[in-house]
């Protein structure tokens, strides 16, 4: 009875470290961080947050915490100084106008002071008639690097 209680013992040391084995066996995901312009607090919208990527042609909207959607941006142009951040992109939208589905385009031009980021934010939305709407936000810029 002995000789089955160690063999039991040896065996279930043995089997542990088995058990212990490194876990790299599967490769890193190669996840980087983006660097992006985080806004929020934005008046006038039913937007929660906005983040705008600095390196890729992206702007994600977030309506909630988890209802998010993205837009391809264009035109983005980065002037932004050691005291202000003035950064602007394009995006293209659509609406419903007599049952008919058309495509704008909105310019968003952003102006914020670095030392609090509490700035404005000018969209312009022109329509394929010609006709223009603008409206001004409020807004608080903050710089975060987010996973892509």
Known sequence: ???LISSIFLFAIALSFMACESENKYPSSGIQLTPVY???NIS????VQMNVYKQKALVVNYLTDINVFSAVTRD?????TDTDFVFQWTVSEERTVS???ETFTV???VNA???DGNGTMVATATYPDGSTDVTNHTVVI???EVYN
């Open 38 to 40: 985080g806004i929020t």
């Open 44 to 47: 006038n919208s039913a937007l």
């Open 113 to 115: 002071l670095k030392a």
């Open 76 to 80: 983005y142009a980065d002037t932004s």
């Open 99 to 101: 049952d008919v589905v």
């Open 1 to 3: 009875m002995k000789k």
């Open 107 to 109: 310019v968003r031009v």
């Open 142 to 144: 903050t710089e975060a």
